[in-house]
């Protein structure tokens, strides 16, 4: 059996003294790059932006997925149309009265529109708009900072909107985003989402060096789940 997965990297917890080097060695393996933005009010934290996605395309093609965690996405997603960033995740929890009128906006210029659901977020929140989604991303830790607890629970509204998806014909993919590492990768390849978000406890941390830290993230992938990589895209048993 053959099954197409993607890996999309969080630049967020990369090295940034090893910038250029990293970005390079996974331009040709991963399908996206995956940008926290967080505005210091919807998380207590600050990370990336929109600056930060112009610096990678300096040096990658690879498409761009910003993941907004913020309490005014009207602002942000008009900075992210600007720079024509390829995807743009809005979380679900802010988007009551501006739904549509964002998702369009998004569409109008050519772009991918997502929706980011927290772990206490049922997927019955998109049923107004999700017909309208490209992709929809479940957070399976609480969001703001790496390294929080894996909420096993969240795996299972990959499985419903798996069956939502088949049963109506939508057209989103499925992601999802936290502690996605050795320890997990079972549970979280039974899930089967579209796309893996991978961090630092699931390759950046692993060691020194991203050759050998993408080498070891490969191996336990296929040590914990029995499928095996093809270029990092095609998983096959």
Request: hydrophobic share 40%; charged share 25%; net charge negative.
């Amino acid at each position: 059996m053959t099954r197409q997965i993607q890996l999309s990297p969080s630049l967020m917890t990369m090295d940034l003294d090893q910038f250029k080097e990293q970005i390079t060695f996974l331009n040709d393996k991963v399908n996206s790059y995956h940008i926290d933005i967080m505005d210091g009010h919807f998380v207590p934290n600050i990370t990336l932006s929109p600056w930060f996605i112009q610096e990678v395309r300096k040096i990658s093609d690879v498409p761009m997925s910003a993941h907004l965690m913020v309490t005014d996405p009207t602002f942000w997603v008009q900075e992210l149309v600007d720079i024509q960033c390829e995807m743009i995740c809005i979380p679900a929890e802010v988007v009551n009265g501006v739904a549509f009128r964002l998702i369009d906006q998004i569409h109008d210029a050519g772009l991918k529109a997502g929706m980011v659901l927290n772990p206490e977020t049922p997927v019955s929140a998109l049923e107004p708009y999700i017909d309208l989604l490209d992709k929809v991303t479940i957070m399976t830790v609480d969001p703001g900072f790496a390294g929080q607890r894996f909420l096993e629970k969240t795996l299972d509204k990959i499985t419903t909107l798996r069956e939502l998806r088949e049963e109506k014909g939508y057209h989103y993919e499925i992601e999802m985003d936290g502690s996605t590492n050795k320890k997990h990768w079972k549970m979280i390849s039974d899930a089967n989402p579209d796309v893996y978000i991978i961090g630092r406890s699931g390759l950046f941390g692993l060691t020194p060096d991203i050759v050998s830290s993408w080498d070891q993230m490969v191996e336990e992938y296929e040590t914990e789940t029995g499928y095996h990589f093809d270029n990092g895209v095609y998983v096959n048993n």
